[in-house]
């Protein structure tokens, strides 16, 4: 989930496994949530978003799951690759009523070879 | 087509010496963006621009500056740099119907000492 602070909250997982990457969120008005990974060295790039009237969403070998009872968002990577080794943050738009999303502040994701 | 691109990657500035960030890109957004980033934090917006002609506060806006005097570009001015300002920066652009959907650019690390 997200950290508070400077350490970055961080999950292991073996090459072939699945991974689940969650994250908490606070404003029960956000309308879009999305999920973008950054690999060391880059910018962050868009993975999948979901809206706030759905619950389940599936993309190539990912699924984000929105549970607004309890305010929390998930990302699932099915048969995590090295390649899938990055900082992912989700995010949530309609903060303010701006639209523009708000991002978290990450979980590091390491792939065991 | 590049995408989003940024110039310079690295630069090392003095306190209160000033520069500008350039940010161009070629996929015909109206929106852009940016963002700062510092270790183990999200990314927070700076300032944004809606359009040509117009830009906004966001989220961290003191000691910036910024133009878009075209379309496919978008400046970040410091105009006084401070030790406070050492982050990496990033430009995003994105469509003005899917905001939460944003391209960025590589970054550009900027240390003021």
């Known amino acids: 989930g997200e950290s508070v602070g400077l350490h970055l909250p961080t999950l292991s997982v073996q090459e072939g496994d699945n991974s689940i990457i969650n994250c908490a969120y606070s404003n029960s008005a956000s309308d879009y949530f999305i999920w973008y990974k950054q690999e060391s060295g880059k910018g962050p790039q868009f993975i999948i978003d979901i809206r706030s009237n759905m619950d389940k969403r599936q993309g190539q070998r990912v699924t984000v799951l929105l549970n607004k009872t309890v305010k929390h968002l998930s990302l699932q990577i099915a048969a995590t690759q090295p390649g899938d080794s990055a900082v992912y943050f989700c995010?949530?738009?309609?903060?303010?009523?701006?639209?523009?999303?708000?991002f978290g502040r990450g979980t590091s994701l390491i792939v065991h070879p | 087509n590049a995408g989003v691109t940024q110039t310079p990657k690295f630069r090392v500035l003095k306190t209160g010496q000033s520069m500008t960030l350039l940010c161009a890109q070629d996929?015909?957004?109206?929106?852009m963006y940016w963002y700062r980033q510092d270790p183990g934090m999200g990314l927070r917006l700076i300032h944004y621009?809606?359009?040509?002609?117009?830009?906004a506060k966001g989220e961290v806006p003191d000691g910036y500056n910024v133009s878009r005097l075209k379309k496919q570009n978008f400046l970040l001015g410091l105009e006084s740099a401070a030790p406070s300002q050492t982050s990496v920066y990033f430009c995003a652009s994105s469509y003005g119907d899917r905001l939460y959907e944003q391209y960025f650019g590589p970054g550009t690390r900027l240390t003021v000492t």
């Open positions: 621009s809606v359009g040509e002609g117009t830009t």
């Open positions: 995010a949530e738009t309609n903060t303010g009523g701006s639209y523009i999303p708000t």
């Open positions: 996929m015909n957004h109206e929106y």
